[in-house]
């Protein structure tokens, strides 16, 4: 018998739980006196946010300051175990979400959690924003969702940028012929044409994010502007969030090509 | 068995109908009342499921379970996997269609926690998620469907195992309990309750030899593996007694002989079967 899974057309409730009251982790960072920094970046794809965090850790790496950057979906062990298994079936919502949360508990246990205790600055591309973004669009329940992810820590510093849907598509689309099935949320059913499911789903996407740069107090980042100037903001925001010996840091050197730091 | 469900859902759908007619007027309390005894009834047989928490949202609302879900519980060697086949054998034997599932069997990477237990050094969060990523595969994918055509499906553990397995390793109680919102909740569920001591007695006669997870080496109790073993199985046992209550556990004492804990058993899923389907 199959299952008939259908898309959630109607709109959730929005009687939802404060994230902010879900983490737990944020008293992991009193107890065990975390020194470093996490921040992290938020956007569809085709905003931009993987240069601009490039560019973000080749700045504190430049001053010598100790940065990792670590991105979502990329745990070697995780992909290795699940890349089998997503050959041989479609993946429902609920297992969807469960390998992306495996993959990130394995980078938090192993590597974001240790970085930020040792004192590193933690860059993340996405984070626990983007799985709550997804999967509530997938039709997982929004408090389950928020819960699983619960004991993660609330980033230092998380930006969002922000990019009309036909920017993105299009920065997306170009020279590329074929999306890949999850990737266009074609198991969605939203729409035959992938192209068409593809923008349809990421609009839905940015709705999601709309709703919680509010809640979680996002640094919103025009996507459109120029990448020179979306840095220099960027940069002004981390130095007001890192600890004063390294904004010192950076705040000394003034060589810079074209950038006003 | 068809021909009383066609029979049933028929009833059912006029009733409903004329209550509706009904009940603006609010006359005819006596209608009422005995379509309450017939929806009450109607919902022993077929049901929507029960989760723990908000389930999984996108299943359409009109899923409705005819088959039963029961769930054998218990340590390895606790002979769960015998009781299971000779249940299985049993119901069968009475007409009844069986399915069994277990944990680490998903298509999806029952193999892959294997792999990984044997290649990496896993955190406890991550190893957690795999087995929630696992079973949820197996829910979705052959519980559920099972359960909707009418199986008696026969779990050779099921979340409690994982529950368990996650306290005793430091992960909140109320995190597992959340993360294991999408799961159904099994008609019964019996936890067959070993002493430790005789435990070990079993293992050895099974294997010769104590592996590691279920000996709890990952947890660093003792250097000595017997001792780790005893101390392992006597915190999950806590952490099962613990749950009983919450998670309406029948503990079943596992101390007896396989014939005995048989019997026993049977008993208790034939009086289940007959008040459930009789009725």
Avoid at chain 1, 51 to 74: D, G, K, M, P, Y
Avoid at chain 2, 83 to 105: K, M
Avoid at chain 2, 133 to 146: R, S, V
Wanted: net charge positive; with cysteine; aromatic share 10%.
């Amino acid at each position: 018998m199959e299952l008939i899974i259908v898309a959630n057309q109607t709109i959730q409730t929005r009687k939802v739980f404060p994230l902010k009251t879900l983490y737990y982790g944020n008293e992991a960072r009193n107890k065990e006196g975390l020194k470093g920094r996490l921040i992290i970046v938020e956007g569809i794809d085709g905003s931009g946010k993987s240069t601009q965090i490039h560019l973000l850790e080749q700045w504190l790496r430049s001053r010598n300051i100790a940065v990792f950057l670590t991105e979502w979906n990329s745990s070697d062990m995780v992909k290795q175990i699940t890349s089998k298994g997503k050959k041989k079936g479609k993946l429902t919502p609920t297992t969807f979400s469960l390998l992306h949360a495996t993959d990130f508990a394995d980078r938090y246990e192993r590597k974001i959690l240790p970085l930020l205790r040792a004192g590193y600055i933690v860059l993340a591309d996405r984070y626990v924003y983007t799985a709550f973004a997804r999967d509530i669009v997938r039709g997982c329940s929004r408090n389950w969702v928020y819960k699983v992810y619960s004991y993660a820590l609330k980033p230092d510093l998380t930006f969002y940028f922000k990019v009309p849907i036909d920017v993105a598509v299009e920065r997306i689309l170009v020279g590329r012929p074929k999306l890949k099935y999850y990737e266009a949320g074609m198991d969605l059913n939203l729409s035959n044409d992938p192209y068409e499911s593809y923008r349809i789903f990421q609009q839905r996407i940015i709705d999601e994010y709309d709703v919680m740069a509010q809640d979680e107090g996002f640094a919103v980042i025009d996507g459109t502007s120029a990448i020179e100037e979306q840095q220099a903001q960027v940069r002004d925001l981390v130095k007001s969030i890192i600890p004063r010996n390294q904004r010192k840091i950076l705040e000394s050197e003034l060589i810079s090509v074209g950038v006003q730091a | 068995m068809t021909s009383r469900t066609r029979l049933r859902k028929g009833t059912t759908k006029t009733l409903v109908t004329q209550r509706r007619r009904t009940r603006p007027a609010d006359k005819e309390e006596v209608d009422d009342v005995y379509d309450m005894r017939i929806t009450m009834d109607e919902a022993r047989r077929s049901r929507s499921p029960l989760y723990y928490g908000d389930g999984i949202t996108y299943l359409q609302n009109d899923t409705h379970l005819t088959g039963k879900l029961i769930v054998i519980e218990g340590p390895d060697a606790s002979g769960r996997t015998s009781q299971i086949s000779v249940i299985q054998q049993r119901l069968e034997a009475d007409g009844h269609a069986v399915v069994t599932t277990g944990l680490r069997r998903s298509e999806l990477i029952g193999e892959g926690i294997l792999e990984a237990k044997r290649n990496f050094v896993l955190g406890r969060r991550t190893l957690s998620l795999f087995y929630a990523a696992d079973f949820a595969d197996q829910l979705e994918n052959k519980i559920i469907p099972a359960l909707r055509a009418g199986y008696i499906v026969l779990a050779d553990r099921y979340i409690f195992t994982l529950m368990a397995r996650d306290a005793v390793r430091k992960i909140s109680r109320t995190w597992s309990h959340a993360l294991y919102g999408f799961a159904l909740k099994p008609d019964l569920v019996f936890y067959l309750d070993v002493d430790p001591n005789e435990l070990i007695h079993r293992v050895f006669q099974k294997n010769f030899s104590l592996d590691y997870y279920e000996s709890g080496a990952d947890l660093g109790l003792s250097e000595d593996m017997f001792e780790s073993f005893i101390k392992y199985q006597n915190m999950l046992a806590k952490e099962f007694h613990r749950m009983q209550k919450k998670y309406k556990l029948i503990p079943i004492d596992g101390n007896r002989t396989i014939e005995e804990i048989n019997t026993d058993l049977l008993k208790r899923i034939g009086d289940f079967l007959y008040s459930a389907i009789a009725k």
